[in-house]
């Protein structure tokens, strides 16, 4: 028998599989647009440049599309598309930061990326995958949102800032596998930001949230039924990790959670929050069903159908009986965080925390009876500290004595409440760093190891993304 060389056959693998690979990639299309100095009879080309965005988007193929496009810096809110339908492939739209864009509308658009331009309105993408924003900006004022994200997957947002909206800044529906790196978000009326309707598999990491109304950032909240997408039915939100963020100026909690399954808050800072009644909540998430009364509404029928392969929720009338219902946690973590607001002026009850135990039966909502607010809850090595000294842990009818993970003793043994002021110091980057002992005692060791088989890759979602210090 001749044995192969060693090597050899590797090598001619490799080999095969590097001109195979060449021989069938196609260059990108490039696209130059100027709305100054250019025309939409143009090529397209440096020399001789599109007018319109509008006029590029049209160029872009429908299906398998690989486009560059470059914009030159100037003002396209009259130039650009009203919608931004049915395309698929690679299309990158890129420009310095000095190009400004309305608000855009996308719909089944697939692999698009915006990288350095400037928003003049709001953002919406619906039933979008692999959808980026990177090193973009939009400042808003009257937007109700400023980020809409919705049935999609595949989403990045990174390097970028975003403020000025009455509700929320950032409001992700229903998106499967999301990563939220680097990012300010700030100015709004609501919650700086938050993932809910299912959302699965996102990781917030190193953003600042600042001056917002009800909130820094939570996972989960409420969702009409008829948006979730199967088979994501139950929580609203699944196997989330927020690391490493700063909210500042919050006038509800500076983090919550609402209706999460498997959520990570690990290494987080939240200073001047909770001035309404409470730094940190978990607390049940919401579901409804909208649509007009009729069974035989489109939105009705499509709760009736959720409902029907299992998933949590109602068909009825938000004011009938069950109309609204309740959404249990379960898995939820909090490692390692700091909550310090030391000059708190507070307007409401006062407690460090807002917490929620046993939900009790929900007739037909499938919710299991046995279902609670605080099903392995744990804090631990999280420093708490704001005023008047004596504030009660705001448990209610959560983490009771018969808890094993969390109730009133063991919550002041592993956590510091008003027993140590963090030194916060602000960074050349405007965050704020815990000094000193706060540094020392939010240590990652002894974080859970939560149960992420629920999610399609079946492994935690920093394993394929890059999260240090949380193997």
Avoid at 296 to 307: E, G, K, M, Q, T
Wanted: glycine share 12%.
């Amino acid at each position: 028998m001749v044995r192969p060389i060693p090597g050899l056959l590797t090598g001619l693998l490799l080999l095969a599989f590097f001109f195979s690979f060449s021989s069938g990639a196609v260059a990108a299309n490039r696209i130059w647009v100027d709305p100054i100095r250019g025309s939409d009879r143009g090529s397209g080309s440096p020399d001789s440049p599109l007018r319109s965005l509008d006029q590029a988007w049209r160029r872009v193929p429908t299906n398998n599309a690989r486009v560059e496009i470059f914009l030159a810096a100037g003002d396209y809110r009259d130039l650009s598309p009203n919608y931004w339908e049915n395309k698929r492939g690679r299309i990158e739209i890129q420009a310095n930061g000095a190009a400004v864009l309305p608000a855009v509308n996308l719909f089944r658009v697939a692999g698009l990326s915006f990288r350095g331009v400037t928003f003049g309105g709001d953002i919406h993408c619906e039933l979008c995958t692999n959808f980026s924003l990177i090193n973009v900006r939009a400042h808003l004022t009257g937007a109700w949102e400023v980020i809409k994200i919705n049935q999609s997957r595949g989403v990045t947002i990174r390097n970028s800032r975003f403020s000025g909206a009455g509700d929320n800044v950032l409001d992700l529906v229903a998106v499967q596998r999301a990563r939220i790196f680097g990012n300010s978000f700030s100015d709004a009326g609501d919650w700086c930001g938050y993932v809910k309707g299912g959302s699965t598999d996102v990781v917030v990491r190193d953003n600042i949230f600042r001056d917002c109304g009800t909130g820094g950032f939570t996972v989960g909240q409420g969702t009409g039924f008829q948006f979730m997408t199967p088979p994501f039915l139950h929580y609203e939100a699944n196997g989330v990790v927020v690391a490493r963020n700063t909210v500042v100026d919050a006038a509800g909690a500076g983090y919550g959670v609402n209706g999460g399954y498997n959520v990570l808050f690990l290494d987080n800072v939240a200073f001047q929050v909770g001035q309404r009644s409470h730094l940190v909540e978990v607390v049940y998430g919401l579901r409804s069903c909208d649509g007009s009364p009729e069974m035989n509404d489109p939105v009705r029928l499509r709760c009736d159908r959720y409902l029907r392969s299992g998933g949590w929720g109602t068909t009825r009338v938000d004011s009938a009986p069950g109309g609204v219902i309740n959404i249990p946690n379960r898995n939820v973590f909090f490692i390692g965080n700091v909550f310090s607001s030391p000059t708190n002026a507070w307007t409401g009850d006062q407690a460090f925390m807002s917490l929620r135990g046993p939900i009790g039966s929900q007739p037909g909502s499938r919710v299991p009876d046995q279902a609670s607010g605080d099903s392995r809850l744990i804090f631990r090595r999280n420093i708490f500290w704001t005023q008047p000294a004596g504030i009660e842990l705001g448990l209610g009818s959560a983490c009771q004595s018969g808890n094993p993970s969390c109730n009133s003793s063991q919550l002041r043994r592993d956590n510091l409440f008003n027993r140590w002021q963090p030194g916060l110091r602000r960074t050349a980057s405007g965050r704020l760093a815990a000094a000193g002992a706060a540094a020392g005692y939010r240590s990652r060791r002894a974080v859970p190891a939560p149960d992420w088989r629920h999610l399609p890759s079946g492994r935690p979602p920093w394993r394929s993304w890059p999260l240090a210090g949380l193997r």
